[in-house]
């Protein structure tokens, strides 16, 4: 009894966090039109031109760990060296607990 009851809210969890996530979705692309619109933004030359005096550059990476072998992958050295240091710390933690 108490198991279906769980499931189902459960499933009802899922389902409402994937509503949540398209309204979002919606709501942050509705913003965005209309802020072009407003701000007379909405020809795509001028937002290419806009775009490229405001450039910033984005840096990440991120770690594949299968098993206890890490994959490690970075745009920046200093980001690669950081994830270098998060893989040995799950290593060994994966040594130790099993």
Not at 16 to 44: C, D, H, N
Not at 45 to 72: A, Q
Request: charged residues 15%.
């Amino acid at each position: 009894m108490i198991g279906s009851i769980l499931l189902s809210f459960g499933m009802l969890m899922i389902l409402l966090g994937f509503v949540v996530i398209a309204l979002g979705l919606l709501t942050a692309v509705s913003r965005q039109k209309k802020s072009e619109y407003e701000q007379g933004t909405a020809q795509s030359e001028f937002w290419v031109e806009k775009n490229e005096k405001n450039r910033t550059d984005v840096k990440g990476g991120g770690i594949i760990m299968i098993g206890p072998i890490p994959i490690i992958f970075g745009t920046d050295r200093h980001i690669t060296e950081t994830l270098i240091i998060l893989a040995i710390i799950l290593m060994l933690f994966i040594y130790l607990v099993f």
